[in-house]
């Protein structure tokens, strides 16, 4: 049993390019969430997802795009990078309302 | 939206002394969770605690969900519990919504 597990670990992008965060986890939940941090501060929502085949925006959606095709996966798609969206990325899963388990981060850096 | 704030935003201890810290927020909530992030970065789970209080080890944790705060006690501490706490309260949907942390130093 993973629990919640992120690749990459680490990533460096140039200003335009674009890429995709995948999470995974093995435990059958149905929610699922992407937050980021940045430095000296706490988890911002960007999005998250209730369930397969759906998704909704949280605090700080702009930027970003997601998608939860297979209830295990949800992925964090950045179409165009910008320098603000440095920062470490952190996946999230509960089932129902309850404690939430985290991933490992995603260490994203923007030139 | 709701606010939640964490006090003190610094802490640092001796090895073996005790703290106590905070967690208030603006509205009412139907879940909060403390949450440990070690100096790796890695978030850890510590309590779930909508209400009441709970105890694991040297980590107990109290919710007065009528008057919006909650507190998380360490006691003895030992340098293991470096690193940032954070409470977090489920406002409205299935969002989470974090404090800015408490970041604790324990020397030896």
């Known amino acids: 049993n993973a629990g919640v597990t992120q690749t990459p670990k680490f990533r460096v992008l140039k200003t335009g390019q674009s890429m995709t965060l995948l999470c995974a986890q093995d435990?059958?939940?149905?929610?699922m969430y992407w937050y980021r941090q940045d430095p000296g501060m706490g988890l911002r929502l960007i999005h998250y997802?209730?369930?397969?085949?759906?998704?909704a925006k949280g605090e700080v959606p702009d930027g970003y795009n997601v998608s939860r095709l297979k209830k295990q996966n949800f992925l964090l798609g950045l179409e165009s990078a910008a320098p603000s969206q440095t920062s470490v990325y952190f996946c999230?899963?509960?089932?129902?309302?309850?404690?939430?388990?985290f991933g490992p981060g995603t260490r994203l850096l923007v030139l | 939206g709701i606010q939640v704030e964490q006090s003190p935003p610094d802490l640092i201890l001796q090895e073996g002394a005790n703290s106590t810290l905070r967690c208030n927020f603006s509205?009412?909530?139907?879940?909060l969770q403390w949450f440990h992030q070690n100096p790796w970065g890695q978030l850890i789970n510590l309590f779930y605690?909508?209400?009441g209080t709970k105890q694991n080890g040297r980590l107990s944790a109290t919710t007065v969900a009528t008057e919006r705060y909650s507190l998380l006690y360490i006691s003895s501490s030992q340098t293991t519990d470096s690193g940032v706490y954070f409470c977090?309260?489920?406002?409205?949907?299935?969002?989470?919504?974090f404090g800015t942390g408490t970041r604790l130093q324990v020397f030896p």
């Open positions: 999230a899963s509960t089932e129902g309302g309850e404690t939430q388990y």
């Open positions: 435990m059958n939940h149905e929610y």
């Open positions: 997802s209730v369930g397969e085949g759906t998704t």
């Open positions: 509205d009412s909530v139907n879940n």
């Open positions: 605690i909508p209400s």
């Open positions: 977090a309260v489920r406002w409205s949907t299935d969002k989470l919504i």
